[in-house]
Each structure stands twice: as C-alpha cells, then as structure tokens.
C-alpha cells in the first residue's frame, strides 16, 4: 500500500516575477530571502523563458538551496518561487514547491501558501477522472486540478479552479507566457503587487520583499482576484461575489514581519497599538518592560509607552539559531530556547513585565521565565498581545493540534502556575477585533474564537489537521 505524507497547514511565502531583460531567478532569490520567516523548510525557484521551464528546489533556508551555480540555470523573463514553512508532519523534499508540470498549454508552475479545506473530495473527484497523485499535499491537487480543468486558456482554467475550491490559497502561478497571481476569495493569506522597473512586476506574499528588489509597492492583491502578468503588462479581473474578508488576524500578531503593509496599514503600527490595548487591560506595577525578540518587540513597546514603564532589552537572542517550532518534540525546543535566548546580568532585583506576541503550546514562555529568574528578576509578569489560542487553524498556519494548545485545556491561572509567572493577561478578543477591524470588512480569528469562516466538511480533511 502506498503512505502518502501527512500534511499539515502551511503558511509559505510564494513570489511571481515578469520581468523581460532581468536576472528573474536572483530577483525571485532576494525575495524569498525577504521572505524567509514565512518557511524555513525548503524553497524553490522556477522559471520560464517562453518555451521550457527550469526548475530547482531543495530542502532547507533560501541561502543553503540556491548558489550562483544553480542560479544560472534558472534562465527566463517569468519565475514564481515559493518558501515552505516547517511543520511537525513530512519533512521531507516531495513537500517541496514550486510544483511544475507539463500541460496541454504548456509548462505550469505553481507556488502555493495556504491550506485547502475541501481536499478530500477535490482529491476524490480527481482521482476518479484517472489523474494520479504522488502526495496528500493539497498544493499538487490544486496543479492538477488546474491542468484538468475547462477551458482554452489558463484566464478559463483558473477561474473554473476558483468555482471548486475552498479555503486558503494565495498562489503563484507559471505558464509559458505568463506569471499569474490568484487570491481566495476570503483572501486568508497575504499577496501584493510591485512594480519593478519599466516593464517588470513582481507579486509577493509581503511587501516587505520588494524594498529588497528596489521594487515599488503597488498594492494588494484582493480576494478572489486573479492578476495575470505578461508582455501586456497588468491585467487583472474579480471572479467571485465579494464574501467578508477574512484575512487572518495571526499574521498581524505574528507571522507577518513588521515592516509589511497588511490591508494599507503597518504591521509595526497595529502591534503596538495591540501592546497599548492590552497595558490598558492588564496594568501593572513594574520597573522595565522587556519583550521577547524579536517578534514580540513591537508590541512590547506599545506597552512600554502606554503604561510609562522603560522599555528595555532583557532577553538577548542568538541571531543565529532559527525558529524554536521548527523542531518537533517538547524537550527538544525547550533546550532550543535557552541557546537561543540569554538573559541580561541587570535584570537582578527587577520586578519585570515580560511581553509576548502569543502563546502557541506554551513550552517557550516557561523556560523564557525560568531564565529571567534565574537572572534574579524579583517578579515576572508576562502580558501576551494576543488572546487565548484555543482552536487549530485549518487556513494554513500549523498552530498544534487541539490538545497540544496550551490555551484549549488550561484556564488562565492554571497556565499562568504552569509556566511560573506572579500575573498573566492576554488582549481580550473584543480588543484585538477594534485594532483590525477598520481596515476590512472582516478577519479570519477563528484560532482564537473557534468560529471558522469555511466549513471544514470531511473528516479526513480535518482529520489531517487534528
Ligand atoms: P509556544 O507557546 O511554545 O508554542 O511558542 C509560542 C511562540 O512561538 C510565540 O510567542 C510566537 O512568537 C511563536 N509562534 C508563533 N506562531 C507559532 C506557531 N504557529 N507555532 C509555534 N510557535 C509559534
């Protein structure tokens, strides 16, 4: 019998360059650099030059995949590239994006972030018609599906595949003559459009990618649009009724990088405004306020600044060891957090507020605090500048299963005994929901609310996340 990896949620970072006269590969290079924190697994670059496509793909960081040698292969004006977040299921390289086929119309390349929630029946309806799949990976049955669907053209094709699927799914998209960029129409997932030079465009799932690439930001690409970039520049059409929004919140609270614009608005901004809702909610005697770096830094001084307590540098990270959830097993990411983090000698006899952006499994946090007590912090309060993470996500970002969600089976003082701390306070819901709700008409909360805005109908599809 034929085990196919389990695959889990994935939030990846994707790119797409049309850009006749450019150096496609390298440009598409520095921007999975740029987007490096949305997966450090694996990456892929491909490109076309009109008639064939080329294709290289490795596991690990975007600096360990590419060197000038396999750069140089990569030849064209068009290349999509893709980042792949790590999971706890299928380390492996089958996982590893951009997909390329050969179609009827040609190369067709595909980078996808996101997570399909109707795989089981798209996978069902594909196998049926006798195409074979390789991977339970939902990135390879959106390839196919695309390949197979109706239409002369790809503009048909992936307006028929958007009728058919359901979830999240911002995707690059490779053909012989033409980059295309497609969003759900719920627009789960980040992309945006730059300009890069004359003639050139680029889309990334950030834009933090383009300063990068000497690239202007442009602007968002919107749920449910398809843009399509080729020798006539721009062109772009909407294919579904307008649905709410449903951006996920946890890409303003975590996974985005700070100097990106999500729905016209600083990621840098909305953090901070988040660390001054949440000293409003849980104020606190204390002599400094320290975050945990770097993605908790944000918030950490909106903190500071509302509650009139010096900010500080407490924790100092070793820039060089990556994220501690990139490896599976408890133990293992505990022993991670102490060689990634050290505390500063100065904190002795301090009564500290420590901030974070969330808390996931609750493993880092407990360490973290030991450390700072360990330095002779007199007290530590840990404020988190999100809510209770109590639900998986089935959108794409690999949040745990249920049971491992430290919020989903302990109350807040219990998690608090947990991890040793004298006071825990989260941003209440409603909080956080006035922070983003002025820039849409509608996010994707369901991690902290439970209330999804896609009906995960199979149990196999949930049974894959949970
Ligand atoms: P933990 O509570 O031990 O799972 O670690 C949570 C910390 O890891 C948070 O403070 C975040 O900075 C970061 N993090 C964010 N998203 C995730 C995620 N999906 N899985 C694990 N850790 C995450």
């Known amino acids: 019998m034929m085990m196919l990896p389990r695959k889990l949620g994935e939030a990846c970072g994707v790119c797409g360059i049309y850009a006749p006269g450019v150096d496609v590969a390298r440009v598409s290079f520095f921007v999975l650099y740029a987007l490096q924190h949305r997966g450090q697994e694996c990456a892929g670059i491909c490109t076309g030059d009109g008639r064939v496509a080329h294709i290289h793909k490795g596991m690990g ?8 040698d396999n750069l140089r292969w990569l030849r064209g004006d068009l290349a999509i590239g893709h980042t792949r977040y790590s999971t706890t299921g299928g380390l492996s390289l089958t996982n590893a994006q951009p997909y390329l086929i050969e179609t009827a119309l040609g190369p067709l390349g595909i980078a ?28 390879e049955v959106i390839t196919q599906m695309l390949a197979g669907a109706p239409g002369d053209s790809w503009d048909k094709r992936i307006a028929a595949f958007i009728l058919g699927a359901e979830g999240a799914y911002s995707l690059t998209i490779l053909t012989r003559d033409a980059v295309y960029a497609v969003r759900d129409p719920w627009g789960f997932r980040p992309l945006c459009l730059g300009k890069l030079n004359e003639s050139g465009w680029v889309v990334a799932s950030e834009s933090c990618a383009l300063g990068t690439i000497d690239a202007t930001f442009v602007r968002e690409i919107n749920p449910g649009e398809i843009v399509r970039l080729d020798d006539s520049g721009v062109t772009s059409w909407q294919t579904e009724p307008a649905r709410p929004s449903a951006l996920c919140v946890f890409e303003y609270v975590y996974f985005a990088r700070p100097d990106s614009l999500l729905e016209g608005r600083s990621v840098h901004r909305v953090r901070r405004a988040m660390g001054a809702r949440l000293a409003q909610e849980h104020p606190v005697d204390a002599d400094i306020v320290i975050g945990v770096p770097d993605s908790a830094t944000a918030h950490t001084i909106g903190y500071a600044n509302e509650a009139g307590i010096p900010y500080g540098e407490g924790l100092i990270k070793n820039r060089y060891i990556g994220r501690t959830f990139i490896q599976p097993g408890a133990r293992l990411r505990r022993r991670k957090v102490a060689l990634k983090y050290n505390p500063l000698p100065d904190l002795s006899g301090k009564r500290i507020v420590l901030v974070d952006d969330s808390i996931v499994r609750g493993t880092t946090s407990g360490p973290i605090v030991a450390l700072l007590r360990q330095a002779g912090a007199k007290e530590i309060h840990m404020r988190v500048a999100s809510p209770p993470i109590c639900y998986p996500c089935f959108m794409g970002v690999d949040m745990a299963k249920r049971e491992e969600l430290i919020a989903g089976r302990m109350s807040v003082d219990q998690i608090a005994a947990h991890i040793g701390v004298h006071s825990l306070g989260y941003l209440s819901l409603e909080a956080l929901r006035d922070i983003v709700a002025p820039a849409s008409n509608g996010h994707c909360e369901a991690c902290f609310s439970g209330e999804y805005p896609v009906i995960v109908r199979h149990e196999s599809d949930r049974s894959m996340f949970q």
């Open 61 to 68: 960081l975007v600096s360990q995949v590419f060197n000038e």
């Open 112 to 139: 996808h972030n996101g997570n399909l929630t109707n795989t089981s029946s798209l996978r069902r309806d594909l196998l049926q018609r006798g195409v074979g799949l390789t991977s339970s990976s939902d990135s």
